[in-house]
């Protein structure tokens, strides 16, 4: 069994930066692309970023050069840094990845999510 966890969310007014974690753990697995979704109340939920297991990063047009994403493959861990944030970033952002544990098929992990919230 492998868990995501997020840490990093919280609030920040307009124009600020948050930094968020994700990291894996459990045994015996592998992380292939990992990626980053939010969802903000009443909407569906996004997609934000996706980095593969090679370093190739793809943002949705909404973060490009205002967001990084990054990834320690060592520590299993995936980094979102947020720059000159905005009101409609206020979202839950989950993180997102494709682990093989052991010798079973890939499958899709998700996270518990962390609240951002930006305030004008």
């Known amino acids: 069994q492998v868990q995501l966890v997020e840490s990093g969310g919280g609030l920040v007014q307009a124009g600020g930066s948050l930094r968020l974690s994700c990291a894996a753990s459990g045994s015996d697995f592998i992380i292939y692309t990992m990626a980053w979704f939010r969802q903000a109340p009443g909407k569906q939920r996004e997609f934000v970023a996706q980095?593969?297991?090679?370093?190739?990063?793809n943002y949705a047009n909404s973060v490009k050069g205002r967001f990084t994403f990054s990834r320690d493959n060592a520590k299993n861990t995936a980094y979102l840094q947020m720059d000159a944030l905005k009101p409609e970033d206020t979202a839950d952002y989950l993180c997102?990845?494709?682990?093989?544990?052991?010798?079973?098929?890939?499958?899709?992990?998700w996270g518990q999510g962390t609240q951002v919230t930006v305030s004008a």
């Open positions: 997102n990845a494709a682990v093989r544990v052991g010798g079973a098929q890939t499958e899709n992990y």
């Open positions: 980095i593969t297991t090679a370093g190739t990063i």
